[in-house]
């Protein structure tokens, strides 16, 4: 009796403490919410809410918990708080201003009281791009029969937000776009790293494996990647962005907690270059007669046979898809 008395407990202080208090929020939030509307019945409604996402239960213990246990792990508190905030406030704060456009355009008083954006589907879709990040290779299994890569998922989100919300479903869907976007923008620039290659500060993740062009199909990379690139120019222009890394300005990369992506893709980068380099060099120079004084020829075992050195370039286990940015992969 007291093993199953203490495991609940050795349990729930195993869980991170920013995991631990937003998974309570989100029990605390919703029975208040039900019971509200319990109370209040047809006639309880809550515009001011519209900022607040009001959390739908089931969807969001099944999921939000064990994506955030897995992130703060990786990301430590301070920085999954700020994912939090970015994510949910950022998205609902773009769709507020949405809703007030189309109020002044429209002069339909339904986009300011009408539409509700309620739920954690911008937290949703933002731990789905934080792990696109990670380990985007990754398989998982959905309803028991449905298998897809880490990296499929975020976009079929999107793709069913936009469907919904061309067929007049804007309230709430059309917050998962937001959430996509704001979340990969706040990962790709803003996310504060350490650089734990020569030390110090880096922020965002600015691999080619983590490309904008790549959340795309290929026929459409060209008009992408030259959007992708004028909104860096501008964003830089204002200083809106940070410096990738301290210690490597130019090349942009940084070390990505949880796999070491961008590392391993910049490493590769110059172990083909060095190889190029050594191939050139050796196909310039003459090659030196066999048993020449200079001692320099081959080794020649004892068979007889001259031995070649083989060059081989390293291998990594880095997709680089998605093609380039221009000004923002370099």
């Known amino acids: 009796m007291a093993v199953l008395s203490t495991a609940p407990l050795q349990f729930v202080a195993s869980i991170p403490p920013v995991t631990r208090a937003f998974t309570a929020a989100t029990i ?43 992130l703060e792990r990786l990301y430590g508190a301070v920085e999954t708080v700020k994912f939090i905030v970015v994510s949910v406030g950022v998205s609902n704060i773009i769709a507020f201003g949405l809703n007030w456009l189309e109020f002044l355009v429209l002069r339909n008083p339904m986009f300011l009281y009408g539409m509700q954006y309620h739920g954690q589907m911008a937290l949703q879709i933002a731990v789905l791009v934080a792990f696109t990040q990670l380990i985007p290779e990754h398989q998982v299994q959905l309803f028991g029969f449905i298998k897809a890569r880490v990296k499929t998922l975020p976009m079929s989100y999107v793709t069913v937000s936009t469907v919904l919300c061309i067929l007049g479903f804007q309230s709430p869907w059309i917050v998962i776009q937001f959430g996509w976007l704001v979340s990969y923008l706040w990962l790709r620039f803003y996310k504060k790293n350490n650089d734990n290659v020569v030390g110090g500060v880096a922020y965002g993740d600015r691999s080619e494996t983590f490309a904008f062009v790549g959340w795309f199909p290929p026929f459409i990379h060209t008009p992408i990647t030259l959007l992708a690139n004028t909104a860096y120019t501008i964003a830089s222009r204002f200083h809106l962005i940070p410096l990738g890394s301290s210690s490597d300005v130019e090349a942009g990369y940084t070390q990505v907690p949880g796999g070491a992506r961008a590392e391993a893709e910049r490493r590769r980068a110059m172990a083909l270059k060095a190889l190029d380099q050594r191939v050139a060099v050796g196909s310039s120079s003459p090659s030196p007669r066999p048993g020449s004084a200079s001692g320099n020829g081959p080794a020649r075992p004892s068979n007889g046979e001259v031995s070649q050195p083989k060059l081989t370039a390293p291998t990594s286990e880095v997709d680089i898809a998605g093609g380039k940015e221009g000004p923002e992969s370099r």
């Open 28 to 70: 605390l939030s919703s029975l208040l919410y039900y019971v509200l509307w319990w109370r209040g019945g047809e006639e309880f409604s809550a515009p001011y809410l519209v900022l607040v996402p009001v959390f739908e239960l089931a969807l969001s213990l099944l999921v939000i918990p064990a994506s955030l246990r897995y």
